[in-house]
């Protein structure tokens, strides 16, 4: 059974900083990965989607690396902005059903 | 560009009240899928629909019914409302496997 783990669950960073949240899962098996960023009390939002024949994949200050070995992913966002403060989740698809999988999530702040 | 979209974004009811929630998707994806999240509890699958005409359960199918009603929209149905079912309600559609899952917004419901 797959299983979709975040850590942190909480990170906290001054303006500018550069960061990555952690993504891992249990069966390299997976025909893509998914990054969403959720602000609070609203719906989730595609980040960046990386298919399992990918390595990287970018868009503007966000990088998201994903290693199937290994069963890591990692989202990489630069020159962090208070703006970015939401909770980021990662997410891979049942190859069954299609529903996706998803991690606890990482909330993050990034403070002015 | 609409997406997905649900409706209502907001509803309070009494226990035992019935109500339906509606998805409609505009981008003519074959599967979609009703979750719901709960703190602490993440996103769970309650019903998806891989193509117009079919419907499974997912992961937490007690109290609700869907109805695929065209490759467009998929309707859930609370038949009687009950505390329990408090939560935010997620609609979400996708085209092949390899492609992204896109959400709608949420609808907040309260069982009072």
């Known amino acids: 059974k797959q299983e979709v783990t975040q850590i942190p669950a909480a990170l906290s960073v001054p303006e500018g900083e550069n960061l990555v949240l952690n993504c891992s899962f249990t069966?390299?098996?997976?025909?893509?990965l998914q990054w969403f960023r959720q602000d609070p009390g609203k719906g989730l939002t595609s980040l960046l989607l990386?298919?399992?024949?990918?390595r990287e994949q970018t868009s503007g200050r966000l990088n998201a690396s994903l290693d199937k070995s290994s069963g890591r992913s990692t989202l990489y966002i630069a020159a962090s902005q208070p703006g970015d403060s939401a909770t980021y989740l990662c997410?891979?698809?049942?190859?069954?059903?299609?529903?996706?999988?998803f991690g606890q999530g990482t909330t993050l702040q990034v403070k002015p | 560009n609409a997406g997905v979209t649900q409706t209502p974004k907001f509803q309070v009811l009494k226990t035992g009240q019935s109500m339906t929630l509606q998805c409609a998707q505009d981008?003519?994806?074959?599967?979609m899928y009703w979750y719901r999240q709960d703190p602490g509890m993440g996103l769970r699958l309650i019903y998806y629909?891989?193509?117009?005409?079919?419907?499974d359960k997912g992961e937490v199918p007690n109290g609700y019914n869907v109805s695929r009603l065209n490759k467009r929209e998929f309707s859930l149905r609370l038949e009687s409302a009950a505390p329990s079912q408090t939560s935010v309600y997620f609609c979400?559609?996708?085209?092949?496997?390899?492609?992204?899952?896109?959400f709608g917004d949420g609808t907040r419901l309260s069982i009072l």
């Open positions: 997410a891979v698809p049942s190859s069954n059903t299609g529903k996706l999988i």
């Open positions: 629909s891989a193509s117009e005409g079919t419907t």
């Open positions: 981008m003519n994806h074959n599967s």
């Open positions: 069966d390299s098996a997976i025909y893509n």
């Open positions: 990386i298919q399992s024949s990918q």
């Open positions: 979400a559609s996708r085209g092949q496997l390899n492609q992204p899952q896109h």
